[in-house]
């Protein structure tokens, strides 16, 4: 039964991971700006998010953010360029 529970959550959890990485293609600077910082909510929310080493424990979850939190490297504001680099340096 903990695997449903499990599921479930990661499902809530990626449904708003999603909205959030679609909005890091918005034209609006503060959009793409809260869309990094709710997707580190989403990442470092509660205490299970990470194990003993420090490391992000849900690969999953990784997977699926890593490639758009890259390509926010260049982004042309300075304010989501460095929240996209502190949120994969911490990732990692």
């Given at each position: 039964?903990?695997?449903?529970?499990?599921?479930?959550?990661?499902?809530?959890?990626?449904?708003?991971?999603?909205?959030?990485?679609?909005?890091?293609?918005?034209?609006?600077?503060?959009?793409?700006?809260?869309?990094?910082?709710?997707?580190?909510?989403?990442?470092?929310?509660?205490?299970?998010?990470?194990?003993?080493?420090?490391?992000?424990?849900?690969?999953?979850?990784?997977?699926?953010?890593?490639?758009?939190?890259?390509?926010?490297?260049?982004?042309?504001?300075?304010?989501?360029r460095e929240l996209a680099i502190i949120t994969v340096g911490e990732m990692t």
């Amino acid at each position: 039964m903990e695997n449903v529970g499990d599921s479930s959550e990661f499902d809530a959890t990626h449904g708003s991971i999603m909205r959030h990485l679609n909005c890091l293609q918005d034209q609006n600077r503060l959009t793409r700006r809260r869309a990094i910082e709710a997707i580190r909510n989403e990442i470092f929310s509660g205490e299970q998010s990470k194990d003993d080493d420090g490391v992000v424990r849900s690969g999953s979850v990784v997977d699926i953010v890593i490639r758009p939190l890259l390509r926010a490297f260049s982004d042309p504001v300075e304010k989501c360029r460095e929240l996209a680099i502190i949120t994969v340096g911490e990732m990692t």
